[in-house]
């Protein structure tokens, strides 16, 4: 090849695009890693980590409803007073985080029992609306904390018995 011509190459190779060498080419960037807590986690739901939440927090008073909400029984004139838990119907569930933002609950008969937007705020924390639950990864596990609000109207009081009740003290385990 003549001077003349290799340099008409170059020329053309370097007007077609072509990367320098040793500069990064575009399919050898790594991917952004997915967030761990996207995916399914089944639990069985304990009425008495439930009854024992609701006591830690002081919110006593909307047990009954919440244990009705949580499907435990079909009404409050099923609890007893002195033994919340008596008679209780323990169902497992489903938990799934789809990116982006959407978190739902799933019971052991296949129904669609909850279905809502979360946010993530940082590494540990994800919010419904404007309250906060903490939660932390191990491995296959997966364990929530409901953070308590500051201050709060009637809205943030049912989302915050609504929290209480659904990520009351549980380990889930990442579904297979």
């Known amino acids: 090849m003549t001077p003349a011509r ?13 990367e320098p060498i040793g500069s990064p080419s575009p399919s050898t960037s790594t991917p952004e890693t997915p967030n761990p807590l996207l995916g399914d986690w089944r639990w069985t739901r304990s009425c008495e980590a439930v009854v024992e939440s ?10 009954s ?7 435990y029984f079909p009404s409050e004139d099923a609890i007893r007073a002195n033994e919340p ?3 209780a119907e323990e169902t497992g569930y489903l938990y799934f985080f789809e990116a982006p933002g959407r978190w739902g609950l799933i019971d052991d008969d296949d129904v669609l029992v909850e279905d809502r937007e979360f946010t993530i705020v940082d590494d540990d924390t994800i919010a419904f ?3 906060e639950v903490d939660h932390r990864i191990d491995g296959d596990t997966l364990t929530f904390e409901v953070r308590r609000p500051t201050t709060c109207d009637a809205a943030c009081v049912d989302t915050y018995v609504w929290a209480v009740t659904t990520f ?3 380990t889930l385990r990442r579904a297979a």
Do not use: M, N, Q
């Not at 290799?6 to 072509?18: D, T």
């Not at 006591?55 to 047990?63: K, P, S, Y």
């Open 6 to 18: 290799g340099a008409i190459c170059l020329i053309l190779l370097l007007a077609c695009g072509s």
């Open 54 to 63: 609701f006591e830690d927090v002081e919110l006593t008073g909307h047990l």
């Open 65 to 71: 409803e919440a244990l009705v909400d949580a499907r």
């Open 85 to 87: 838990c008596a008679g």
């Open 129 to 131: 609306d404007d309250l």
């Open 168 to 170: 009351a003290p549980a």
